[in-house]
């Protein structure tokens, strides 16, 4: 089906406010939606067999100033076609519906999003970090996170060139001062047992 025929059902069937925009120039389609509405209409997408949207290839958050987005990636594998499905919500309350009942693959793709970017997927059975330790600090893909220094005493800096990654921070407290590394020493086995060259040889 054309986007532009299933932009024109779902906003016939939810409505203006909910179905919000068709963006027909990207690859692949995208509906904007209300984030109230993002249940119900991944639901119908999925279920209605005109549409059949039945693989859920992965969610992404997108960090914006003002916002983050939640992008819904799509696909029906009878009929060959993708769609995305984006919502916008706010910075300072990251919260959206888990759609983990709906498409299984979701469970570790919210938990994903959760560890990563601090987004809160409401009702998921399991809402957990998933790559990063319990105890981390901060989401790493946000755009305003800063790397720790160390973590539990092992050292997060790194040499960069002629330079180091993450720099100290002046007024930071309490962390693992920025060393470089000691130089190695020769390897004593690279060393031994290799006859030295006499003159003349």
């Not at 409401?122 to 720790?148: A, F, S």
């Amino acid at each position: 089906m054309e986007p532009t025929l299933i932009f024109e059902h779902m906003q016939s069937k939810f409505g203006a406010t909910k179905v919000v925009e068709l963006r027909d120039r990207t690859i692949p389609p995208t509906i904007c939606v209300h984030p109230s509405a993002v249940r119900e209409v991944l639901h119908e997408l999925k279920n209605n067999r005109d549409l059949a949207f039945d693989y859920l290839q992965l969610i992404t958050g997108v960090d914006y100033p003002m916002h983050f987005e939640v992008v819904y990636h799509l696909t029906s594998l009878t009929y060959q076609h993708s769609l995305a499905v984006k919502a916008q919500i706010p910075r300072d309350n990251p919260v959206i519906a888990s759609i983990a009942d709906l498409y299984p693959a979701a469970n570790w793709h919210e938990r994903e999003q959760f560890d990563l970017m601090g987004i809160i997927f409401e009702g998921h059975p399991d809402l957990r970090r998933i790559l990063c330790p319990e105890d981390w600090e901060g989401h790493p893909l946000r755009k305003d996170y800063v790397q720790p220094l160390e973590y539990h005493g092992i050292s997060n800096v790194r040499k960069c060139g002629d330079d180091w990654y993450p720099k100290p921070d002046e007024d930071a407290k309490a962390i693992v001062p920025l060393k470089a590394p000691a130089s190695k020493s020769p390897n004593p086995a690279a060393t031994q047992g290799s006859p030295q060259a006499k003159p003349g040889e």
